[in-house]
């Protein structure tokens, strides 16, 4: 038997004092800023769901961006397009009137059955009352911009009642059941029906990672968000899931050996966390970063191109550095979940002295209101996409998680020495001073696996949460493999959800795609952004880290390498998950910046329309054609192509998909022409 699950009544929610450190000044937040942070806050109180977070944040900025984008000649709406019409004085108010009446009607749907409902909804209506508008002005009618800006949320709540995201029943999946039988913690070992599959772990007590009491037994979280509707990525012909990453390795089928291997190199994370191991590490971004996609092949980057100056030294120990990662990056510095920090990151980045606003990193210097609204616009939209792709991904592969995989070996035994004891095909690899077997003469007196029975799997690693938190850490020992914990509370102790692919990664790697591309480089500015995690004051898992530990990052990719690396030290994922979770990331990144430029500039209103037919026979005929997710289409007919007339049943659509597809009859006696027209409203 293991140890008992203790000290809860502490977690019940604990204050984080962080804040990324890149040389910030001052200055005026937009109104789109002060709303994203509202967002964020809300988040922070609320259960930590990050697809459904993702989806908040998008569909918010996805209102902010409607609202500005009325009031200019150019950008097109997404969800909501009209043309505002108000004079050049009363521009910069009307913007910002229609843009806080359309975030607010947003936030105030969302988040009013929240975990935090009292306290967000209360925060929200005094940040109205606060910029001198009326929270209970409900008016669609006419031209004002408090009407725009309520049309604009109705709209885009309209349109998201359909985009699968079960939000009616509190974003449940009534269709999804675990394989496996859930993981008794109190108990040793991992019982599975299949080892390649996620197993819910039951808890004595449960907390969430921002001090919220959760389900004692896990339910998967978000196992139907693959078919979510996302912003720029399709299907395509006989495709499942987006961008497919394929099977991970298999516990006694495909891959096997890198199955094991995956489990060993978490088993070395957590033998890294002891800051007392003499083991030190180089933090410096002359050392670390600048790594190939999806992998961890960096050496660094050789000058700081701010100040072309090479970047010092800065060596710690190696387990400050894991714990700190592994906390830094777990659930965003204030439980704002992955997608609401990089947020934070973006935020703290054009705070920065020397950042400039410039689309791209070219052209004239865009106010903060237009950088704000298209940055939170394109950045959500691909961190929403990532949700979309990656659940969808853990739901098809279900994939088990370090702490079952782990313990479920340990208890089959070795699988290195056939003719050793404890061997099982499918035991832990053995290796010195890492994976043993305990022996009769290892577990004598005094040698290093006393008081461990014979014939057992032991593991040197993290030991495990101390009893005070605040006063004591554990360091890395010998312990028993099927008892192992990961870098987490044992409240916690990993995600409610399969591990297959990252998260972490994928978010992460989503945003520096955006970033990159919306500043034009993939530096942060000044050529660092970096975190200071102070002597014994921010490790909330246990004491420290011993010494100031400042993360450090040359580039905002460099940064989402480090959030991916992070959930091996957390003992959260196998490295499998990691780089293909990067790479699915980037392209969801790319996509997202490719598609939000249009809107930008309103070419989206410029792209082809095609329309295609195959005879199905019975005298029918299927129209396909390709559409674009929220805009208006016509499909009519004409005997003449002079005079056309709507298709019954077809006569405007708002599309959430983006096919078109109609089956019509022909009309015998008369040659039928079509065309697909797109409208900006109907």
Sequence with gaps: MMRSLRNTRRLAIFAAASFLAIGTVAAEESVARLWNEQNLDAIRIDFPNPPVHARNLFHTSAAMWDAWAAYNPVAVGYIHRETAVTTPELLEEARKESISYAAYRILKHRYSLSVGAETSLQRFKDQMVELGYDPENDSTEGDSPVALGNRIAQAILAFAESDRSNEEINYQDPNYGPVNLPLILLQSGAQLNDPNRWQPLAFDVSFTQNGLIADDIQTFLGSHWGAVRPFAMVLEEGEEIYYDPGL?????????????????????????LDPDSGDMINLSPSARGNNTLGENDGTGHPLNPATNQPYPDDFVPHGDFGRVVAEFWADGPDSETPPGHWNTLANEAADHADFERRLGGQGEILDPLEWDVKLYFVLNAATHDVAVAIWGCKEHYDYVRPISSIRYMAGKGQSTDPAGPSYHVEGLPLEPGLVEVVTAESSAAGQ????????????????????????????????????WFPYQ????????????????????????????????????????????AKKDSFLKFEKGPSVDVTLKWATYYDAADEAGISRLYGGIHVPVD?????????????????????????????????????????????????????????????????????????????????????????????????????????
């Design 248 to 272: 991970p390795p298999q516990l006694g089928g495909e891959d096997d050996a890198g199955y094991k291997a995956g489990n060993i190199v978490v088993i070395e994370r957590s033998r890294d």
């Design 489 to 532: 509370r044992d409240t916690f102790v990993t995600p409610a959800f399969a591990g297959y692919v990252s998260g972490h990664s994928g978010f992460s790697r989503a945003a520096a795609e955006v970033l990159t591309a919306m500043t034009g480089s993939p530096y942060f500015p000044g050529g660092q952004g970096s975190f200071t």
């Design 448 to 483: 290093r696996h006393e008081g461990f029975l014979e014939g057992e799997v032991v593991i040197y690693a993290w030991g495990g949460e101390p009893e005070d938190a605040a006063t004591q850490y554990t360091g890395t020992k010998w312990i028993r493999a099927a008892d």
């Design 578 to 682: 990691d780089g293909p979770g990067r790479i699915v990331g980037s392209k969801c990144g790319i996509a997202a910046w490719e598609l939000a430029k249009k809107y930008y500039d309103g070419s989206i209103l410029k792209e082809p329309l095609h329309l295609s037919y195959t005879i199905l026979g019975d005298g029918r005929y299927r129209l396909k054609s390709p559409a674009i997710r929220g805009m208006f289409y016509v499909l009519e007919s004409s005997t003449d192509l002079i005079h056309f007339s709507p298709v019954a049943g077809h006569a405007v659509e708002r599309i959430g998909d983006p096919t078109v597809e109609s089956i019509v009859e022909p009309v015998v006696e008369d040659a039928l022409f079509y065309r697909f027209t797109r409208l900006s409203n109907p």
